[in-house]
């Protein structure tokens, strides 16, 4: 995953900040998924984040689908 995520920021599918974003979600989630502990504000921003980036590609997906 980290590997397309930068492959995707390279071609502009992706912005910085959606890139770094989810290379920084990857390694939580991870933790989550091992039942480690995650802090608390971590989990909130997680939470906040993860969907405003779902939909900023939902939203250049259809202006993309628009467009052609």
């Not at 992706?14 to 608390?40: F, Y």
């Not at 989990?43 to 779902?54: D, S, Y």
């Amino acid at each position: 995953i980290n590997q397309i995520t930068r492959q995707l920021a390279e071609h502009s599918v992706l912005s910085n900040q959606e890139s770094s974003a989810i290379l920084d979600i990857l390694p939580i989630l991870n933790k989550a998924a091992h039942g480690q502990d995650v802090d608390k504000q971590i989990h909130k921003w997680v939470i906040e984040i993860g969907p405003q980036i779902l939909d900023n590609l939902e939203a250049r997906k259809a202006l993309m689908s628009f467009l052609n």
